[in-house]
């Protein structure tokens, strides 16, 4: 139960969250989508010992955090919900990993490099596609899909799935509290009724998507969804792309840490 | 089973996508010559009913833990390959992007491992071969047992696969299959269990769903032959230039830069050189972790022919803790600067 509150909760927080009317809000959701794969694909790019050269990378997420006045609290919470599964597939790495490397003294084994590498990975990743959410919500990336000739039987269709997620949860939590009722003291749903439990909802369900349809039709759905037209890319729009990928490009060519730390500490002469 | 962006590379993530868009394409040309628009909103409001269904905890006799519901292989016996196969595809776009389970980059290997095994092998090489003979319960039993296994089973090496291909993790492949498939293997008997159970209720109490569903126009003859060459040919040309790619924008570019970057301070003037050096003893607030330059450049050498594991000399370590920490440091106070004015900016407003 409280599972599916969490779930309903979460939902309608990023679509409150993607109504806001920030700087970051207003940048068109295509450049948003872009700059988001651009970002991951750079993180995911580097080799599973960087960590130094990664780091850099958090200034995004920190950024649209700060401009698009994003609660950090909730959106990390659920990166942190994500994390037991990374750290049940990375902590195999320093199982695996034994050899060592010293650092002013304290011996530090290369599995666990590799574990924080993940970690971090990890963190930037889901971040970055929560605040790509946060910032455009549902209708607003159906829109950049469409732009990028994504067909418009899977963008309708996604929109539809997504429309009716809360209806269909709200349902279910209904039926598991009117089970739960019946049946104290238990916990899940019994194998006599798992047929007849899920059963009925699809039943129900494909009554529902009967009635859509038919609203559908009655407002006009010719088995075309029509969109009306698309927000113009602005200048500023471009240059919003432009500059996280060259900052994203720099970091990948350039370690920008090393080479703060090469000034401060004067290794380099 | 969902794979996550840090668990992979970019060209088993690009290569992945490839083959999803390509299946996905494939499905959607299909669904259109069907025809029949009464569909997209019952995928719509499936995928929804699917993603609803996952909430609820299924108790497994005699064990005291539960199980849940994939959903391919449900989505495939009630409104057919194609459309099941489109649904899974946006039910994990939407928990990707919603709940953070997987990612985005993930995507394509995500929808591949449950989407593509269950609907387009186990589906119609199993459940449709089995129930071709006709409905009854024990047939509807048999049939989504196997065919919910084997699918699992194959999404579970899948899984297995794109970890090793992308090299993050230090798994060997023989420990990595024996914790995966049996694993799975007990996911998937679940997941027979309920589809079965499901299946077998809506045939009894609407036997018209089933039956169109399996029967009907919608499922056609799936050219398997035709998807997996297509998907071959797609895997090979995608694998091929994204690691062109990967191989000139990572090692390629990074050792051309070295090298210009090297060239060029050989040839730096003094002027330039000694100002530089002059800022450097300044701001080295730690001078004492200062190390000889010649003695990390043989150290750097000898590691880096051990590719992706970066310099681990003690004076670079230092330099890049120090960087890293002052790096997270700046990204931190900016953000918090940003913060700081924004709210000023309200209360003037206000």
Not at chain 2, 37 to 57: C, D, H, R, S, W
Not at chain 2, 225 to 230: A, M
Not at chain 2, 326 to 339: P, S, Y
């Amino acid at each position: 139960m409280s599972n599916i509150i969490n779930s309903l909760y979460n939902i309608r927080l990023l679509d409150d969250l993607a109504r806001k009317e920030t700087a970051i809000h207003k940048i068109h959701p295509l450049m948003k989508l872009l700059t988001t794969v651009v970002y991951l694909t750079v993180v995911v790019s580097f080799g599973k010992y960087e960590i130094g050269s990664l780091l850099p990378l958090f200034f995004y997420p920190v950024m649209v955090f700060a401009l698009a006045e994003l609660p950090v609290k909730p959106i990390l919470l659920r990166v942190l919900f994500v994390a037991p599964l990374i750290i049940g597939i990375g902590i195999l790495n320093p199982l695996f990993d034994h050899q060592v490397f010293y650092l002013g003294g304290i011996t530090i084994s290369r599995g666990w490099v590799a574990f924080f590498s993940i970690f971090i990975k990890c963190g930037l990743t889901v971040t970055a596609a929560m605040l790509l959410i946060a910032t455009t919500g549902m209708d607003g990336l159906a829109a950049a899909l469409r732009m990028l000739k994504i067909p418009r039987l899977f963008v309708l269709q996604l929109l539809l799935t997504y429309r009716y997620i809360s209806v269909l949860m709200e349902e279910v939590a209904r039926i598991l509290r009117a089970y739960s009722l019946r049946a104290p003291e238990q916990k899940g749903v019994h194998r006599n009724a798992w047929g007849s439990l899920a059963g009925q909802l699809i039943l129900r369900t494909f009554d529902r998507a009967q009635r859509v349809y038919e609203a559908m039709c009655l407002r006009g759905f010719t088995g075309e969804y029509n969109t009306g037209g698309y927000e113009r890319i602005r200048v500023w729009d471009l240059a919003y792309l432009a500059g996280w990928v060259s900052f994203f490009a720099i970091t990948k060519i350039y370690n920008i840490p090393m080479f703060i730390g090469s000034l401060l500490t004067g290794v380099v002469k | 089973m969902h794979m996550a962006d840090a668990l992979i590379s970019p060209v088993v993530g690009g290569v992945m996508w490839a083959a999803t868009a390509g299946v996905a394409a494939y499905s959607i040309k299909k669904i259109q010559n069907d025809l029949d628009e009464k569909k997209i909103p019952l995928m719509g409001v499936m995928g929804a009913f699917i993603f609803a269904t996952q909430m609820i905890n299924f108790s497994i006799p005699g064990t005291g833990s539960s199980g849940h519901l994939g959903g391919g292989l449900i989505l495939s016996a009630l409104l057919g390959p194609y459309e099941g196969f489109l649904t899974m595809a946006s039910i994990l776009t939407i928990q990707a992007l919603f709940f953070a389970d997987g990612g985005l980059l993930a995507l394509g290997c995500n929808v591949f491992n449950l989407g593509f095994f269950s609907c387009f092998i186990a589906y119609p090489l199993i459940y449709k071969r089995i129930i071709q003979k006709g409905y009854s319960t024990q047939r509807i039993f048999g049939a989504a047992m196997l065919a919910a296994i084997i699918g699992l089973q194959l999404g579970a090496f899948g899984v297995v696969l794109e970890t090793l291909f992308s090299g993050k993790t230090e798994l060997p492949f023989g420990p990595f299959v024996a914790l995966m498939q049996p694993i799975h293997l007990a996911i998937g008997v679940v997941e027979g269990l309920v589809t079965s159970a499901i299946v077998a209720f809506v045939w009894k109490a609407r036997p018209e769903i089933i039956e169109k569903a399996s029967f009907g126009v919608a499922i056609g003859n799936i050219s398997i032959k035709k998807v997996v060459t297509g998907l071959a040919i797609i895997a090979i040309i995608t694998g091929g230039v994204f690691s062109w790619f990967a191989s000139v924008n990572s090692d390629g570019l990074e050792w051309s830069m070295f090298k210009t970057a090297g060239i060029e301070e050989l040839e730096a003037p003094d002027g330039i050189h000694q100002t530089m050096s002059a800022i450097q003893s300044e701001t080295a607030f730690l001078p004492d972790y200062g190390f000889k330059a010649p003695e990390n450049e043989q150290e750097q050498g000898a590691v880096e022919r051990e590719e992706s594991w970066p310099a681990v000399s003690a004076g670079t370590s230092v330099a890049g803790l120090v960087g890293g920490a002052m790096t997270l440091a700046m990204a931190a106070l900016a953000g918090m600067i940003i913060r700081l004015v924004k709210r000023r900016k309200k209360r003037l407003a206000a």
